[in-house]
């Protein structure tokens, strides 16, 4: 079983700046082989949940959707089993719940049904 704990979301000006983490525990963490990945996902108020970054574990290969490719850096720690999502140049259509996702996964990164284990969500509040 893997567990995933997400954390630093919170209020932030257009424009600005926040970093999520998302640690990331359990027996088989440290055994991940190079099928595993570990994605963003987002779900604004009323809108349906939505990918956001993506790279895979051993890899480190990276997905981006294209509202947030030249604005959001997914990055990952092996040592920490902790993955980061560097979110610059925010807008208020970024505010959202935003959720940390893993599964072993060979491809289709984008779609969250593929990914087994989720955290529990953070808010990111963007304000104009």
């Known amino acids: 079983q893997v567990q995933l704990v997400e954390s630093g979301g919170g209020l932030a000006q257009a424009g600005g700046s926040l970093r999520l983490s998302c640690a990331a525990s359990?027996?088989?963490?440290?055994?991940?082989?190079?099928?595993?990945?570990m994605g963003w996902f987002r779900q604004g108020p009323g809108k349906a949940r939505e990918f956001v970054a993506a790279?895979?574990?051993?890899?480190?290969?990276?997905y981006y959707d294209d509202s947030v490719r030249v604005r959001f850096t997914i990055s990952k720690d092996n040592a920490m089993n902790t993955v980061y999502l560097e979110m610059n140049s925010l807008k208020p259509e970024d505010t959202a719940v935003y959720y940390c996702?893993?599964?072993?996964?060979?491809?289709?990164?984008?779609?969250?049904?593929?990914?087994?284990?989720w955290g529990q969500g953070t808010q990111v509040t963007v304000s104009s």
């Open positions: 996702a893993a599964g072993r996964i060979y491809s289709g990164y984008l779609n969250y049904r593929n990914y087994d284990y």
């Open positions: 359990g027996q088989s963490v440290g055994y991940w082989d190079m099928g595993w990945a």
């Open positions: 790279i895979t574990w051993r890899g480190g290969n990276t």
